[in-house]
């Protein structure tokens, strides 16, 4: 479940908020995979997306923005992965 998604002058935010320390080098990102969601549900930003991760334990925030072609390139492997 995505925690948060929210509408930033014309532009979607979606925030993962985690109760734990940061991780280092997730293997499987997230909100890579919430993003990719929305797209194929139909849910398009006018510009990138912005992804952040919220660390509430230590008040650390990382945010970074994905193009529509980079989430297109993550369902086209994330669809790799799943056919057998």
């Known amino acids: 479940r995505m925690d948060a998604v929210y509408e930033m002058d014309g532009g979607l935010e979606i ?3 985690k109760s734990g320390v940061e991780l280092q080098m997730p293997e499987v990102d997230q909100l890579v995979i919430y993003a990719a969601a929305l797209r ?3 849910i398009v930003a006018e510009r990138d997306l912005k992804l952040t991760y919220c660390y509430l334990a230590s008040a650390h925030v990382e945010s970074r923005s994905i193009s529509a072609e980079e989430v297109d390139q993550a369902l086209e492997k994330l669809a790799a992965k799943l056919t057998p």
Do not use: H, I, T
């Open 15 to 17: 925030v993962d908020f």
């Open 40 to 42: 194929k549900l139909g």
